[in-house]
T-cell receptor, first 114, second 113 residues
């Protein structure tokens, strides 16, 4: 079975500082990995994905994530946080050897303070 | 890019009534649509996978007769919450697969009073 862990319920960072939101995954086959952002009472907005190729993936709004196979991690990063980045972030994985459903992590609330 | 339109955005209904949520893929064909449920301050839990032209696949613990899913065409999947109860109050999100990615609707906030 596939699973995703986001070890931090909340991450606090000052505006202008770099941010990292952690994600680790477990799959039996090759993973497809995704990051989504959710604003209050809204759906999910796609940020970026890793399918294959370069381990560093660049996405929307200046976010990037690094796929690390040995550590089974896919941490989300941004060099300089904005107050408007404050939201709920979800990491998700699809196990290519187990159908096409997405499994989500528990979510991490990012709080960027001015 | 791929867009999923979900309606209604929010709905309030009385206990015992039924509510239908629609999910349309606007610019791609979704042979499969995923229905998730999200409780406050929690993650998204997959309820069921709807398949165009065939029966939906429900996750363990999800009542098939309560959460009716229909996927009659490549662009429309519906979730009907039958005989709704206050504990069904939640945020429901649908999503489809397009171009190796997943696109989600804006969600439906269901409140049963």
């Amino acid at each position: 079975a596939q699973s995703v862990a986001q070890p931090e319920d909340q991450v606090n960072v000052a505006e202008g500082n770099p941010l990292t939101v952690k994600c680790t995954y477990s799959v039996s086959g090759n993973p497809y990995l995704f990051w989504y952002v959710q604003y209050p009472n809204r759906g999910l907005q796609f940020l970026l994905k890793y399918i294959t190729g370069d381990n560093l993936v660049k996405g929307s709004y200046g976010f990037e994530a690094e796929f690390n196979k040995s550590q089974t991690s896919f941490h989300l990063k941004k060099p300089s946080a904005l107050v408007s980045d404050s939201a709920l972030y979800f990491c998700a994985v699809r196990d290519m050897g187990a159908g096409n459903m997405l499994t989500f992590g528990g979510g991490t609330r990012l709080m960027v303070k001015p | 890019g791929a867009v999923v339109s979900q309606h209604p955005s929010w709905v309030i209904c009385k206990s015992g009534t039924s509510v239908k949520i629609e999910c349309r893929s606007l610019d791609f064909q979704a042979t499969t649509m995923f229905w998730y449920r999200q409780f406050p301050k929690q993650s998204l839990m997959l309820m069921a996978t709807s398949n165009e032209g065939s029966k939906a696949t429900y996750e363990q613990g999800v009542e098939k007769d309560k959460f009716l899913i229909n996927h009659a065409s490549l662009t429309l999947s519906t979730l009907t919450v039958t005989s709704a109860h206050p504990e069904d109050s939640s945020f429901y999100i649908c999503g489809g697969e397009a171009n190796y990615g997943y696109t989600f609707g804006s969600g439906t906030r269901l409140t049963v009073v």
